[in-house]
């Protein structure tokens, strides 16, 4: 069963034109976190939310955390060919003894020169 | 500064070979240790968590075991490689185990053959 859905799978665009991905559970999350990852190398935080309907902006991208705390969205204004790579959400569950960090399975993005 | 180290950089194991994969940290004291698998198309697979010298949680029951030394050094092993095992396995690192900014190391690509 995978918690964390994200979509869509594959998003080819052009540079400069505008997009958002979706991370979306059933579950509730204490947090929720944003990596980017590149071919061959490992995962980079973006950001983390944490409040439900949270909002952070890393210049072009903007982060959205649900009042629900069950999805979030990532929206890229003017994308560039730097944006190219797999953008991964991860929800973190608290959990006495144990550790439950879930990542979803990415949304693979190409933007187009 | 950390620094997050991880070799080889890439395998090639026949069936039934062992293996062992090395991850170390540099430039912190007590970190929380994780080994992830990323095949393709099922995003990130937490395997193993350390919280300290010789302390191993597995998450998911299978054909590898890890280790941990040493404070900042945390292995990846198996006995008996499967085709199944192929992927890219990734070390990271945290301050705490729950919620925390996880730093991700270079990656190892193994392929089963």
């Known amino acids: 069963t995978q918690l964390l859905e994200q979509s869509p799978q594959f998003l080819s665009i052009q540079e400069g034109e505008n997009l958002t991905v979706y991370c979306n559970s059933s579950?509730?999350?204490?947090?929720l976190q944003w990596y980017r990852q590149e071919p061959g190398e490992g995962p980079v935080l973006l950001v983390t939310?944490?409040?439900?309907?949270e909002v952070k902006k890393l210049k072009r991208l903007t982060f959205q955390f649900g009042d629900a705390r069950k999805d979030s969205s990532l929206h890229i204004t003017a994308a560039q060919p730097g944006d190219t790579g797999l953008y991964l959400c991860?929800?973190?569950?608290?959990?006495?003894?144990?550790?439950?960090?879930?990542f979803g399975k990415g949304t693979k993005l190409s933007v187009i020169p | 500064s950390q620094t997050i180290h991880q070799w080889p950089a890439t395998l090639v194991q026949p069936v039934g070979s062992p293996l062992s994969l090395e991850c170390t940290v540099e430039?912190?004291?007590?970190?929380?240790l994780y080994w992830y698998r990323q095949a393709a198309g099922r995003g990130l697979q937490l395997l193993f968590y350390?919280?300290?010298?010789?302390?191993i949680s597995s998450e998911v029951p299978q054909n590898l075991s890890a280790s941990r030394p040493q404070d900042r050094q945390f292995i990846l092993s198996s006995k008996k490689l499967l085709l199944s095992d192929s992927g890219f396995y990734l070390c990271?690192?945290?301050?705490?185990?729950?919620?925390?900014?996880?730093?991700f190391g270079p990656g190892t690509r193994l392929t089963v053959l």
């Open positions: 990271a690192w945290s301050v705490a185990v729950l919620g925390d900014t996880q730093y």
């Open positions: 579950s509730v999350f204490s947090s």
């Open positions: 939310v944490v409040t439900g309907g």
């Open positions: 991860a929800g973190e569950k608290s959990g006495a003894g144990s550790y439950q960090l879930t």
């Open positions: 430039g912190t004291s007590n970190p929380n």
């Open positions: 350390s919280v300290g010298i010789g302390q």
